[in-house]
């Protein structure tokens, strides 16, 4: 079968309210832990001991590695659909078509349906598990083992142009 990959996509985080947040916090430790170990003030009325910093930095780091390094793949290709959720996703997973009962792009509100951005399950209903990095523009896959899988886009316009194309070749 054909090879030629019609649609690829590579969403990182950009969501500048999630920077921001962490950047605060980070300043937030960094300058309770030189005020408390430098200046031996404590912190706050609850001081945490001061080799407590080290876990809470060891936390931060791990959450600006995430952010940074969190990558969400996507390609379509005439004989499957492919998405990759680094660092979570190891390996990326492969749908072939032959497993797709429907595929389309939809609008959807990840807050409400999802909880969230991230790699996600369903709060309520049938809607399954959404992979997303920003937006709420996805493509919607309904296997036929009964699974549904969106996965975020913020190029739909070309999302849906290779999905058509596929449409009028089969």
Not at 9 to 38: C, D, H, P, R, Y
Not at 48 to 64: A, K, N
Not at 154 to 163: C, D, H, T, W
């Amino acid at each position: 079968m054909d090879k030629q990959i019609l649609f690829r996509e590579v969403q990182k985080q950009n969501q500048k309210w999630i920077w921001f947040l962490l950047i605060i916090l980070g300043a937030t430790i960094l300058f309770g832990s030189i005020q408390q170990i430098i200046f031996n003030r404590p912190f706050g009325t609850h001081p945490v001991p001061d080799w407590g910093f080290i876990p809470l930095f060891g936390l931060l780091v791990l959450f600006y590695y995430l952010l940074f390094g969190s990558r969400l793949y996507t390609e379509i290709s005439a004989d499957r659909i492919l998405y990759q959720y680094k660092p979570f996703h190891r390996k990326a997973k492969v749908i072939k078509w032959d497993q797709v009962s429907e595929c389309y792009i939809r609008l959807y509100s990840p807050v409400k349906e999802f909880g969230g951005w991230g790699i996600r399950r369903a709060i309520k209903g049938k809607k399954g598990k959404a992979f997303n990095v920003s937006g709420k523009v996805g493509i919607q896959l309904e296997l036929k083992d009964g699974r549904k899988i969106l996965i975020g886009t913020n190029k739909g316009k070309e999302a849906e142009v290779a999905l058509k194309s596929l449409q009028k070749t089969n």
